[in-house]
């Protein structure tokens, strides 16, 4: 029985320090969890004829984002090798996850309201702006990450 309790805890063990070796993994992660919620939440089945953001229908932006995240997930795999610092790795990991959570939080918050007034629907763009902002300052790390990596590394 012993034996048993001290596998877990290595195997647990081992599946931390595999993340925090390889944290854009949780891109991966969090863009699987996320196709899965979007398939219950209402704003994915709601026709959007009249709703468009960019001249793209709304219901396709939504079903991009996990895309998006796995597209970084993607560019991960090969640019690990050229990658300055894991820190930053992971601060642009842990921003580019919670921005694009938020995104859909505010998406599924605009188009299923509650109590529709103007005041709410500035409050909104004011902050979809914020953290649009917050995203692409995120996608900044990564590009400062591999410039440092292979500048630093060529020294």
Not at 32 to 47: E, K, N
Not at 50 to 65: E, G, N
Not at 71 to 100: E, G, Q
Request: proline content about 5%; overall charge positive; glycine content about 2%.
């Amino acid at each position: 029985m012993r034996q048993i309790r001290l596998k877990r805890v290595s195997d647990h063990q081992m599946i931390r320090a595999y993340i925090k070796e390889r944290p854009y993994r949780l891109l991966l992660f969090t863009a699987i969890a996320l196709s899965l919620a979007l398939v219950f939440l209402p704003i994915t089945h709601m026709d959007f004829q009249d709703k468009t953001m960019f001249r793209v229908p709304l219901a396709i932006i939504v079903w991009i984002i996990p895309w998006l995240l796995i597209f970084f997930w993607l560019l991960y795999l090969p640019t690990r090798r050229f990658l300055y610092s894991i820190t930053i790795t992971w601060t642009h990991v842990l921003i580019t996850v919670s921005t694009t959570i938020l995104i859909v939080i505010i998406l599924y918050i605009v188009f299923t309201p509650l109590q529709p007034t103007s005041h709410r629907q500035e409050l909104i763009g004011n902050a979809t702006r914020i953290v649009f902002i917050i995203f692409v300052c995120g996608q900044c790390t990564y590009l400062a990450n591999i410039l440092l990596g292979l500048f630093t590394k060529n020294k």
